[in-house]
């Protein structure tokens, strides 16, 4: 016997299929509208460009300056710029200079792609951006002339105290001073290099800021000499680079260039290495490890060795023992974990 569909119970059949059709066709509407609506990552919108537009200081020595004969924009933060270029195999960067206050909103706005400047990863600022690994592990020192009695932080009472402003290195050492009940002026910059200015030209009694900058600027004096670095680190500043929050994809070109660049000085690959079929071969076949790091992603590693070098190398253009700029590497958190740094890559497989 065949049941009517005016049945009550028929009538009940057609109300449930009608409502599990109209279920199923929301739910794709839903997601269609949810996979539509999805942000455009930003490794689309730098491809498209066919340019990385990248945030640094430019007036930091060792981290971001311009060439004094080519004009060019080199440096460790400079190089960074250009390593993350090659992984994304685009050809050209615009680098962007940018004071401490406002790189943040450089990148908040997305004017920028991402910030290599010198810039501690907390967690208030994590509140507004991301952070990439951390490419220099830093501290906050002083510095004085030669001839200055300061030797530390207690000899700070009653001091002048030049700063730059938008840092951690000025909210540090207010702490440092109020915890002592110390008198002191500060002077704010809107650059490091002005800070630095300032104490050549006596307006102030020392000048403090991250000790890596401190040993560049003093680099740049007519006579180096005349200053010295003083007092043991009383700071954490991990420098790493900044992007937009929530660009999953975005973060993973920032992130996989750094730790690659470290993976490649564990495994003994450098520039020189990538440069040459041969030795590249030689050691690729002997080692499976290697050979993922510079087959992965489309050979997206072997372009930053082939065109910046390993992080080694790029630490060593910069800071190494030869450089104007020189700071210790071994037995500091800069070297190598498996030397006993804190400096560890992640596996490319």
Not at 27 to 33: A, L, M, N
Request: aromatic letters at 8%; charged letters at 25%.
């Amino acid at each position: 016997m065949t049941e009517s569909a005016h049945s009550p119970r028929g009538v009940g059949m057609v109300r449930k299929l009608v409502a599990y059709a109209l279920a199923v066709a929301l739910t794709v509407v839903t997601v269609s509208y949810a996979v539509l609506a999805q942000p455009r990552s930003r490794v689309d919108t730098v491809r498209s460009r066919g340019k990385l537009v990248c945030g640094v200081s430019g007036t930091t020595p060792g981290f971001s300056f311009p060439d004094p004969v080519s004009g060019r924009m080199v440096g460790f933060d400079a190089d960074f710029c250009w390593a993350v270029a090659a992984f994304l195999d685009v050809p050209d960067v615009e680098f962007v200079n940018l004071t401490s206050a406002s790189r943040i909103p450089a990148v908040v706005s997305g004017s920028v792609d991402v910030v290599f400047r010198t810039t501690t990863q907390t967690i208030t600022r994590d509140d507004q951006v991301d952070f990439g690994p951390v490419t220099f592990y830093d501290g906050q020192r002083l510095l004085v002339r030669a001839d200055s009695r300061i030797s530390g932080l207690d000899d700070l009472n009653g001091a002048r105290i030049c700063v730059f402003t938008g840092t951690t290195s000025e909210r540090n050492i207010t702490d440092q001073m109020r915890a002592r009940n110390f008198r002191f002026q500060q002077i704010t910059f809107a650059e490091a290099k002005q800070a630095f200015d300032g104490l050549a030209a006596g307006r102030c009694d020392v000048f403090t800021t991250d000790a890596s900058q401190l040993t560049a600027f003093r680099s740049t004096a007519p006579n180096p000499a005349d200053f010295k670095i003083v007092g043991k680190e009383f700071s954490d500043e991990p420098l790493a680079p900044m992007y937009q929050e929530n660009d999953s994809k975005w973060a993973d070109v920032v992130n996989w260039t750094v730790w690659g660049m470290i993976l490649a000085e564990e495994l003994g690959i450098t520039q020189t290495v990538t440069r040459d079929p041969a030795q590249l071969a030689e050691l690729t076949g002997k080692d499976p490890n290697a050979k993922n790091l510079v087959e992965l992603k489309s050979g997206a590693i072997q372009r930053v060795l082939r065109l910046i070098g390993n992080y080694g190398e790029v630490y060593d253009r910069y800071f190494g023992p030869r450089q104007k700029t020189a700071i210790s590497r071994p037995g500091t958190r800069n070297d190598l974990a498996k030397r006993g740094g804190a400096q560890a890559s992640r596996p490319y497989r």
